[in-house]
């Protein structure tokens, strides 16, 4: 059930959803949520979602406090709803997807969106994808009213398939004419598990790009930068992976172009083959 505190008069704002429970390869959607939040300069509470029945309390266990012996009072998980302003008015909704009552949970978040007469609604994600730490993050998008496809460049490829609520509440969103966006940062399938800087960036980049909104990602780039070398030195110390990289490398399109001599998609499917087996060993060994 959604619980609502005091909702200030917004102006055309934007909305942002990061659900965490499908796929985040890299962190990509939390970081850039979190980093959003954090730029706020005075972020206001407008309420949450209480998902105490909802959710699957084993993949996410409630918080309790112990303080000199003493049990305290426990948090169960919700998700949150933060405003604040970026250039424009933008509201963050952010949390664990509901294991339970999608139905009613994306009806009450399409109702809070009209209620707020949002202007766009933005999804965020990673996922892993035949790509490497050495070329820009490529951001995937999907959109929800085909008046929005030329804006969705470059776009997803055809998928039919199981889905996260983010997906959901995009399709609802637009049968209530709110042109949603689904963004999807591109993360090296060798580096899903890692907070990936550069996809967390990109994926603000293109928000930004698509939104208005106005955020400093300088601190991102730096940190992506370190995030390169340590990855490249920890390369050096794993030759096997190395030539795994190298090879997934020369078999990847640039960001602006197609290389002439691009192996078949079974070649690609056969490398990232040759990755997962690659990390299922490392898991092994540990």
């Known amino acids: 059930m959604l619980r609502l505190l005091d909702v200030p008069k917004l102006e055309s704002p934007v909305l942002v959803l990061m659900l965490t429970g499908w796929v985040d390869s890299g962190f990509a959607g939390v970081g850039a949520a979190s980093h959003l939040i954090a730029a706020f300069d005075e972020p206001a509470d407008l309420g949450r979602f209480d ?7 084993q993949q996410h266990r409630p918080i309790v406090r112990v303080r000199g012996g003493e049990v305290g009072g426990v948090t169960y998980p919700s998700v949150r709803l933060v405003a604040g302003t970026l250039g424009r008015d933008l509201v963050v909704v952010h949390g664990p997807e509901p294991s339970l009552h999608w139905r009613s949970f994306v009806g009450e978040v399409v109702d809070f969106a009209v209620r707020l007469e949002v202007e766009s609604a933005y999804c965020l994600g990673g996922m892993p994808a035949a790509v490497t730490h050495r070329r ?32 959901v509440l995009q399709v609802e969103l637009g049968s209530h004419d709110i042109g949603a966006y689904g963004l999807w940062a591109q993360i090296p399938p060798y580096l899903t598990a890692l907070p990936s800087p550069p996809a967390i960036a990109a994926l603000l980049g293109r928000l930004r790009e698509l939104s208005g909104i106005e955020v400093d990602t ?14 490249e030195e ?22 602006e172009g197609v290389l002439p001599d691009l192996p078949a998609a079974a070649d690609v499917d056969a490398l990232l083959a040759d990755l997962q087996a690659w990390l299922a060993r490392q898991d092994d060994d540990d």
């Open 51 to 57: 998902l105490a029945e909802e959710c699957d309390l």
């Open 218 to 231: 300088s601190a991102l780039d730096r940190q992506a930068v370190e995030y390169a070398r340590r990855v």
């Open 234 to 255: 920890q390369l050096v110390q794993r030759p096997d992976l190395a030539e795994l990289v190298d090879r997934l490398d020369a078999a990847t399109p640039p960001a």
């Open 136 to 167: 820009p993050p490529v951001v995937l998008t999907t959109v929800n009213d085909s008046q929005l496809v030329a804006r969705a460049h470059p776009s997803r490829e055809d998928y039919s398939g199981p889905t996260g609520a983010q997906s």
